[in-house]
């Protein structure tokens, strides 16, 4: 069965804690290689049969309206995973 992956992530503008913390983290660990860490949310819609036009487009609608807040979030994006 097909899914589609939905990924959500904070707004770059806005402040990420938990992004913070793990990059603080990571600095108190001695690990130098990354400058910053965002942290976001990834869901799975399972589909019973294709995914044509239609289904992407009520994913992206679910995707803006269900599973991110537009106030503080984007979706950054949708792809079908066989």
Avoid: C, H
């Avoid at 990924?7 to 913390?21: I, N, R, S, T």
């Avoid at 130098?32 to 990834?42: L, M, N, P, T, Y």
């Avoid at 019973?48 to 807040?69: H, P, Q, T, W, Y």
């Amino acid at each position: 069965m097909p899914t589609i992956v939905v990924d959500v992530m904070p707004k770059a503008e806005l402040l990420d804690p938990q992004g913070k913390a793990v990059s603080g983290a990571l600095a108190r660990l001695g690990v130098s290689e990354f400058s910053s860490v965002r942290i976001g949310k990834r869901f799975e819609l399972t589909v019973d049969g294709a995914v044509g036009e239609d289904v992407l487009a009520k994913a992206r609608e679910i995707a803006d309206e269900i599973l991110s807040n537009s106030v503080i979030e984007d979706v950054v994006g949708i792809e079908v995973v066989e």
